[in-house]
Structure formats: C-alpha cells, structure tokens
C-alpha cells in the first residue's frame, strides 16, 4: 500500500499578494515600518522611539505620523525622511546626554559650568 501521494499548489500560497493585501499585513499582522517598507527593506515599527510618531490619548492610540503619505512608488522620499529621521533622533539623543550631564553635574554640586 505505501503513503498517500501529497500534491501542493502553488497557485494559493505563492500567488502575489496585492496592494491591499500588502497594506493589510503593515497594519494587522506585524507593525512594519512604512517609511523603511517603502525604502525596500523590512522593519519593526518602532512607534513612540521614532519622531515621526504620535503618541495617542484617550480616545485615540498612537500612530505614525506619515501613515496617511503613500509612499510607495517614492522610495527617494522614503529615503530622504529616513535621513531625516535618523538625524532627528541624533538630536533628541544629544539634548538627552547634554541633560543628564547637567543633572549629574547638580547633583554633584561640583561648582562646575555645566550645571553644578
């Protein structure tokens, strides 16, 4: 007798998803990034680490600020938001040090110019 023969189809699984199915799968499935999806890569949103986010409020969750920008045959735009982006959250990062120097620097009560 032997094992049943298996046949598989490619037609159901490894057709090519359409542009809703795609959008439906950023917002359901697993939270991607749009603006690096529309630059060609794959990525975790990062949601309230990034400056593009809002942060939500009681009636309303956060969201991506560019959510409602299609981006999808503009990746040098995606691209130049990235840039911008990056350099936003370089800034944030340095106000931050540059505040917790002042902070530890206080708290030392050194007498120092940086704050104490």
Do not use: N
Not at 36 to 65: H, I, M, S, T
Not at 104 to 113: A, E, M, Q
Request: charged share 30%.
């Amino acid at each position: 007798m032997g094992f049943p023969q298996l046949t598989f189809s490619v037609a159901a699984d490894g057709a090519a998803a359409g542009r809703g199915h795609t959008r439906a799968m950023l917002e359901i499935e697993r939270p991607l990034c749009r603006l690096q999806y529309a630059a060609g890569r794959v990525e975790e949103c990062p949601q309230d680490k990034c400056p593009f986010w809002e942060p939500g409020g009681a009636a309303l969750p956060g969201r991506c600020a560019l959510e409602r920008v299609d981006l999808s045959d503009r990746p040098e735009v995606a691209h130049l938001l990235l840039t911008l982006r990056k350099r936003l959250e370089l800034q944030e990062s340095a106000l931050e040090q540059q505040e917790t120097r002042r902070l530890f620097y206080r708290l030392l009560d050194t007498g120092d110019v940086d704050g104490g």
